[in-house]
């Protein structure tokens, strides 16, 4: 057995492709319209569906905002350079909505984004690059 894929309800799948191809630099790796159910699914990520978890964004025509609940948490991204990677992020109109510095806690170098359907993305600082990572980066206004 193998996780799979993540499913998010987005508002907007346009915006939403954009911000994590774009922004987050996944992958779109299918997408197909399913006109009878008046939904669309696309399918994003860093790799194949065949040897990694995906996130599958579902559209459903017509429907521009969802309640987020309070049950769901947040996805998590490695990454190699956290420090860069919120910089770039915030460039191109990215929500940093908690800039890198250790987790409370403890020592794992962690940061939050915000997709824009208010989504919490997490970037934790691979174990690889953890102990040269840069001083942190002022903190973004948006």
């Not at 499913?7 to 630099?25: I, K, P, T």
């Not at 490695?78 to 510095?101: M, W």
């Not at 993305?121 to 973004?140: C, D, G, M, N, R």
């Amino acid at each position: 057995m193998r996780l799979l894929h993540t499913m998010l309800r987005v508002g907007n799948l346009e915006r939403s492709l954009r911000f994590y191809c774009e922004v987050l630099g996944m992958k779109l790796l299918r997408q197909k319209d399913y006109p009878g159910g008046e939904f669309t699914l696309a399918f994003i990520g860093y790799g194949e569906e065949s040897e990694n978890t995906v996130i599958e964004l579902t559209h459903n025509w017509g429907q521009e905002t969802y309640e987020l609940g309070d049950a769901y948490g947040h996805i998590a991204i490695g990454v190699d350079d956290i420090y860069v990677t919120c910089k770039e992020i915030a460039a191109q109109g990215g929500n940093v909505t908690r800039q890198p510095g250790p987790m409370k806690h403890g020592s794992t170098v962690i940061a939050f984004v915000e997709d824009p359907d208010g989504y919490k993305v997490e970037l934790i600082q691979l174990k690889s690059q953890e102990s040269t990572a840069q001083t942190p980066v002022a903190a973004s206004t948006s």
